[in-house]
C-alpha cells in the first residue's frame, strides 16, 4: 500500500496505490501563478505547504484506509524546482519514519514513462516514451524496467513552455497548452508558415525559442503588441490563426522526431506523456502516423497526463518490489536525469 507525493513544480498531489492500482489520485492545482504567466518558484513552495497536509488526507479518505496501513512512501525527488521538491520529499520522510515504512525517491521523468500503465495495460518492453510538458521535452528508448536511453532532448525552451509563453502573447491566460488547443480549433493551421527546426541532419535533439520568437516577431510586425500593452488589440480571428499555425508548427516537430527515433531504434511501440500528451492535435497525428508505420500509440488518461502522485506512485511500488528503497538521506536534486 504506497502513499505517493508529488511537488516538483506548480500541483500538489498524493495518492494511494495498492499492488501498482489507483486507489486515489488528489490533485491541488495552484491558481496563484495565472496573474504572472508562468510558475513563480517561491510562490509555488509556499504553496505546497500550505496543501500538502490536506492534499494526503483527501487522498487516504478517498482510498478508504488509514494512514497505518501505508507499507511504503515514493515522493518526487527530481528534476523539478528545489524549494518545491523538498516540501515534498520532507514530508514524504517524515510519514515514512513515523510509520516506520520504506521510503523510496522517484524520478518525475521516470513517473511519466510509467503513466500510461495507469489504469490500463501498458505497452511491453521496449518502447519509445516522447515526454512532452511545460518543463521537458524529450525521446527516451525505455530497453526494460529501469534501464533508459535518452535518444533526444530539448536544448532551449521545452514544448510545454513555448505553449504558455505564446499563449501569454495572445493575451490567453495560464497554462497556455489547453488554452491554445482549444483556440486553434477556431483558426487556420495554414495561415501563417511559421519556422520548424529540426537541427542538423540526423539530430533527435527539439528547439522551439526560435518558433516562440517568430511568433512573438509577427505579432509585433503586424502591430499586434501584447495585449496587456496600452492600445494592444489582437481580434479573436487572428489570434486563433496564429494559435493553430503555431500548434501545427509544435506538432509537426514532434511527430516527425518520434517517428524517426522509432523507425531507427527498431521499436514499433510509441508512448507518449506529460501535459502536451493530452493536446488533441498531436493525439490525433501520432495516432495516424503510427498507424501508417504499423506502430500502435499509448497516451494516459486526461488525468495522468499532468503532473500527479499516481505516476509516482506506480513508480514507487516497481522500485520497492525490486528492493530499490532509498536512505532517508537522499536529497532534491533538481537537474535529475534518467
Given at each position: 500500500?504506497?502513499?505517493?507525493i508529488e511537488?516538483s513544480?506548480d ?9 501498482g ?7 491541488s ?5 495565472s496573474?504572472?504567466g508562468g510558475?513563480v518558484p ?6 505546497h505547504?500550505?496543501?500538502?497536509e490536506?492534499v494526503?488526507n ?10 497505518n496501513e ?6 518526487t ?12 520529499l520532507m ?7 513515523s510509520?516506520?515504512?520504506p521510503?523510496?525517491g ?5 513517473g511519466?514513462?510509467y503513466?500510461?500503465s ?9 518502447f ?14 525505455v530497453?526494460q524496467?529501469?534501464?533508459?536511453q535518452v535518444?533526444?532532448q ?6 510545454g513552455e513555448?505553449?504558455?509563453?505564446v ?8 497554462p ?10 477556431e ?6 508558415r ?7 541532419e ?16 509577427h505579432l509585433?510586425?503586424r502591430?499586434?503588441?501584447?495585449p496587456?500593452?496600452?492600445?494592444a488589440?489582437?481580434?479573436?480571428g487572428t ?17 516527425a ?18 501535459g502536451v ?16 508505420k ?5 497516451y ?8 500527479n502522485?499516481?505516476m ?6 516497481l522500485?520497492?518490489?525490486?528492493d ?9 536534486e ?5
Open positions: 500500500m504506497i502513499l505517493a511537488t513544480c500541483e500538489t498531489s498524493a495518492a494511494i496505490l495498492s499492488n492500482a489507483v486507489l486515489s489520485n488528489v490533485i492545482s495552484q491558481m496563484i501563478h496573474q504572472y510558475v517561491e510562490l509555488a513552495s509556499r504553496a505547504l500550505r496543501a500538502l490536506a494526503t483527501a487522498a487516504l479518505r478517498a482510498a478508504g484506509i488509514e494512514k501505508i507499507t511504503g512512501v515514493a515522493a525527488s527530481g528534476p523539478g524546482l528545489a524549494g518545491a521538491l523538498l516540501v515534498g514530508f514524504g520522510k517524515g510519514i515514512a519514519c510509520l516506520g515504512v521510503f523510496v522517484v524520478n518525475h521523468l521516470e511519466h514513462l503513466s500510461n495507469l489504469g490500463d495495460a501498458g505497452p511491453e518492453h521496449p519509445l516514451c516522447l515526454i512532452v510538458s511545460g518543463g521537458h521535452t524529450a525521446l527516451v528508448l530497453r524496467l529501469f534501464e533508459y535518444l533526444g530539448t536544448r532551449d525552451d521545452a514544448a513555448a505553449f504558455d509563453k499563449a501569454k502573447m495572445l493575451g490567453l491566460g495560464y497556455g497548452g489547453p488554452l491554445i488547443d482549444k483556440l486553434a480549433q483558426g487556420n493551421p495554414e495561415a501563417v511559421f519556422p520548424r527546426s529540426f537541427l542538423e540526423g539530430s533527435l535533439d527539439f528547439s522551439f525559442s526560435g518558433l516562440k520568437t517568430a511568433v512573438l516577431y509585433r510586425d502591430g499586434l503588441m501584447y496587456e500593452e496600452e492600445g488589440s489582437i481580434d479573436r489570434m486563433a490563426d496564429v494559435a493553430a499555425s503555431f500548434q501545427e508548427a509544435v506538432v509537426d516537430v514532434l511527430s522526431k518520434t517517428i524517426e527515433a522509432a523507425t531507427r531504434t527498431g521499436t514499433d511501440r510509441i508512448t507518449i506523456a506529460g500528451s493530452a493536446n488533441s492535435l498531436l493525439r490525433s497525428r501520432m495516432q495516424s502516423e503510427a498507424a501508417r504499423g506502430m500502435t500509440l499509448h494516459p488518461r486526461a488525468e495522468y497526463c499532468m503532473d502522485a499516481a509516482i506512485g506506480y513508480v514507487g511500488w522500485r520497492l518490489k525490486h530499490r528503497a532509498s536512505g532517508l538521506e537522499l536529497g532534491v533538481a537537474n535529475l536525469v534518467l
